[in-house]
C-alpha cells in the first residue's frame, strides 16, 4: 500500500494546505498569506480544489444534472486532486517553491464520509497524495458559517449544501445539517493527521498574524534565495 | 481492505465472493439478496467479446431471460471526458485509472445493481479486470488498484477469453488496425506501432493471466472458432443458471 500521505515528501519546496467549511473564512486567509510570502520573495504557487480543466466538464454535467452519486463524487474529486498533484503540485515542489493548497485530500475524508463512503477506502484512494508540511484547519461553528454566506447573499451550491442527499429541501437547513456532520469528521481528521487548528471566529488581520506566525516555524530560509542556473 | 484471495477457500465453486462487494464496497448501497446474475466477459481489445456477447444475449433471450448488457467507458456521465481525455493525451496513468474507475462506479449504481435487483442478467464487455491489467502495465500500485476496486461486486462467472500475440496481430490487421491506445504507445515503447503493440499486448495478456486464479477466470482459448467458443460458453453459463433444467432443455432444442 502507498504512504505517501502519512510519510515526509522528500521535494525542496514546501506544501501549505487550509482546510475548513465553506463561510470558514480559509480563501481569504490564504490569499493574504500569499501576498505576504510573495512579498517576503517565495516563488508561490496557489492550487484550488476541484480545478482541473480534465474533469471540469464531467463535474459541470454532473452538478447541472444532479447525477452524481456520492461515489462518483468522491472519484471525481480524486481525479481531479491527481491531475492537479502531478501537473501543478509536485512540480513547483521540485522547483522549491512554496505550494498553497486551498483545500486538499482532507476535504474528501470529510465530505466523502458525510455522504456514506467508506472511510477507509477513501484515505487508501488518496494515498497516492502528497504529505503536507503544515494543514491548517479553520475550525468555525456553523452559525457562524451561515450567517457569513448569508451577509454575502451567497447562493449556496446544491453539492455543498449536501441537497444531494435529501436531508432537507430547503438549501439553508439542509446546509446545517451537511455541513454541520463535516465539522464532525474534521474534529476527527485534526487529531489523525496532526493539523493545526485557527480559531475562524476572530477578526482576520488576528487570524492572519496568526497564520503567519505558524507557517515561519515551518519555512526554511534556503527556499528564500536561489541561486540561477548558468546561462548556455 | 478485504483481500479476495480470502474467499479462495469458500463456496462450492471456490468462489465465495460471488455476487457481493470485494471489499468495503459502497456502504449506502447495501447488497442483500438480489435474483439477478452478472456474468462479465474478458479478454484483450479484438480477442472477440462483443460478438460472444452478442451470440450469448440471443441465446439467453430464446430462453426467457431478461439481458442487460454493460461496457466499458460506456457511461452517460463520463464517456465525453474519457474521449477528450484520450484525444488530447493528457491522461497520466494515475488520472486515466481515476477516469475509468468513476465511469465505472456510475455504471455500476445506475445500470448494474438496479438489473441485478430487478433479476437481469447482466452481460459485462470488459469488467475492472481489464482496469487492472491496463493499470498494472503501467505500474500504479497493484495494491492500491484492488482497494480501489473495492466497491466492484465480484461477477458470478468471469469468462477470460485467452489468445496469443501472433493470432492478435492477425485478427486486429485484418479488421479494423491498430490504435494509439491498444498499442500502448503512450507507454513510449518506440515510435512504430506494430513492434509497440506486440510488447504492450504481451505484457496485457501476461497481467491477465497472472490474475486468472485470484479472481476466478474461467479462461476459453480464443483462437478456436466463434461457434465452438459460443458453445463452451452456453454450456457452463446454463449450467449454473438452470443446473437442474439443462439436460432437459437440452432435449427440447
Known sequence: ????????????????????????????????????????GHRVFVTE??????????????????????????????????????????????????????????TAFARDATRGVDRQ???????????????????????????????????????EAGMDLGWSANPVESFRMFQGKVLDEYDELVNEFGMEVIDARGSITDQQRLVRSVITQHLNVNTVETTDDELV | MTSSSDALSEGANGNGHAGRYYGQGIPYLPLD????????????????RSVQIQ????????????????????????????????????????????????????????????ALKAGFVVLSDRYIFTALACAGVRGVDRQ????????????????YLNIDVKTLIGRVLESRGMDYWESGMDLKHGDDIYDSFRTYQLRLLK???????????????????????????????????????????????
Do not use: C
Not at chain 1, 93 to 105: F, N, P, Q, S, T
Not at chain 2, 33 to 48: F, N
Not at chain 2, 103 to 110: G, N, P, Q
Open chain 1, 1 to 40: 500500500m502507498l504512504n505517501n500521505l502519512t510519510q515526509p515528501h522528500e521535494y525542496p519546496g514546501k506544501l501549505f494546505v487550509v482546510e475548513g467549511i465553506d463561510g470558514s473564512g480559509k480563501t481569504t486567509q490564504l490569499a493574504l498569506l500569499a501576498k505576504w510570502l510573495s512579498a517576503s
Open chain 1, 49 to 106: 480544489w476541484n480545478s482541473s480543466a480534465l474533469v471540469k466538464a464531467a463535474t459541470k454535467t454532473g452538478k447541472k444534472k444532479n447525477a452524481l452519486t456520492p461515489m462518483t463524487f468522491s472519484l471525481l474529486h480524486a481525479t481531479d486532486f491527481a491531475d492537479r498533484l502531478l501537473y501543478k503540485i509536485i512540480p513547483p515542489l521540485k522547483a522549491g517553491m512554496i505550494v498553497l493548497a486551498d483545500r486538499y485530500a482532507f
Open chain 1, 121 to 159: 477506502w477513501v484515505r487508501e484512494l488518496y494515498s497516492f497524495a502528497v504529505r503536507p508540511d503544515l494543514s491548517l484547519y479553520f475550525r468555525v461553528p456553523i452559525d457562524v458559517s451561515v450567517d457569513r454566506l448569508m451577509a454575502r447573499r451567497v447562493k449556496l451550491k446544491f453539492y
Open chain 2, 33 to 48: 439478496t438480489y435474483p439477478g446474475k452478472l456474468i462479465a466477459v474478458e479478454g484483450t481489445d479484438g480477442v472477440g
Open chain 2, 55 to 114: 451470440l450469448l444475449r440471443e441465446w439467453l433471450e430464446v430462453k426467457g431471460y431478461g439481458v442487460v448488457e454493460t461496457g466499458w467507458t460506456r457511461s452517460e456521465l463520463m464517456q465525453p471526458t474519457i474521449e477528450l481525455a484520450k484525444s488530447s493525451n493528457t491522461l497520466n496513468k494515475l488520472t486515466f485509472v481515476l477516469l475509468y474507475a468513476t465511469d465505472f462506479a456510475d455504471r455500476l449504481e445506475k445500470e448494474i445493481i438496479p
Open chain 2, 144 to 159: 492500491w488498484l484492488r482497494n480501489l476496486y473495492g466497491f466492484a461486486i465480484a461477477p458470478h462467472m468471469v469468462f
Open chain 2, 207 to 253: 497481467e491477465y493471466a497472472s490474475m486468472s486464479d485470484e479472481f476466478h477466470f474461467r479462461t476459453l482459448d480464443a483462437r478456436r472458432s466463434v461457434d465452438r467458443i459460443q458453445d463452451e460458453l452456453r454450456k457452463q453459463v446454463g449450467a449454473f443458471l438452470e443446473p437442474t433444467q439443462t439436460e432437459k432443455l437440452e432435449l427440447k432444442t
